[in-house]
């Protein structure tokens, strides 16, 4: 039977490869990030070595052709935004993530998404815009990823205080997009008037795929819209998603 035991170790490589846990990652952010999304940076540094090993696990095993969508989504979405918390706490304190960059001279950068500071497969660097873009926004036809993608400012939608989680992926992002269309602060829905967040602008087409935008906030908001609705959009604020 011990033979039996090794042979199949030897011959099943699957066997070996389990994907790496966000427990860890899931423990930082509940201890944290409040409930509505604000960071408490100052004492964030004191466990900043563990989001840095953590960041270092998800390196050593990226996704590979066995997992799921919603496992490699998963990876990809902890990954960014635990890269995003660390970008801050390296620099921090600052008022923006847009002080990141060419303000505090950086050379060759420009702005903080252009800052390579991931490590995978054969030594190749990505930063958070080609996590985002070359990655999520590329291979995933899932328009919610922008309400779970945080870039650290107050605009944006609240950074969860759990780790994403491939068994409850879809329930977390539905629920995350609720209460980014709820928030007053980023949001102003009515049935004949839109005045929504500039992510609506920016991304305009990844809302678009399957209908008018219209349609995609209905299937989210607790107020029905009319098709011929007029829209706006509200200015943004990259103040630092810190807790008050």
């Not at 996704?63 to 660390?86: F, M, R």
């Not at 291979?139 to 650290?152: D, G, K, Q, S, T």
């Amino acid at each position: 039977m011990k033979n039996l035991i090794v042979a199949l170790i030897a011959f099943s490589p699957l066997l070996l490869q389990a994907q790496p846990t966000h427990k860890d990652f899931d423990s930082l952010l509940k201890k944290y990030v409040d409930a509505q999304g604000g960071v408490n940076y100052k004492a964030f540094k004191a466990d900043e070595v563990a989001l840095n090993d953590y960041l270092v696990s998800m390196m050593i095993e990226p996704p590979t052709s066995d997992w799921n969508n919603d496992e490699k989504l998963t990876y990809w979405i902890n990954v960014y935004n635990a890269l995003t918390i660390q970008l801050i706490l390296k620099y921090y304190p600052i008022k923006s993530i847009k002080d990141i960059g060419s303000a505090i001279q950086i050379p060759y950068i420009n702005t903080p998404w252009d800052i390579e500071c991931f490590e995978i497969e054969d030594g190749k660097e990505l930063s958070l815009n080609d996590i985002e873009h070359g990655i999520i926004r590329k291979h995933f036809e899932e328009p919610r990823i922008h309400f779970a993608l945080v870039c650290a400012a107050k605009s944006c939608p609240k950074l969860l205080n759990e780790a994403y989680d491939a068994t409850k992926l879809d329930a977390q992002l539905t629920a995350q997009t609720k209460a980014f269309l709820a928030n007053l602060n980023k949001n102003k829905i009515s049935n004949d008037r839109l005045e929504l967040s500039k992510l609506f602008s920016w991304y305009g087409g990844d809302f678009r795929k399957n209908g008018t935008l219209v349609d995609f906030l209905n299937q989210y908001s607790s107020t029905k819209i009319n098709q011929k609705t007029k829209t706006s959009f509200m200015d943004y604020d990259w103040g630092l998603n810190e807790q008050k």
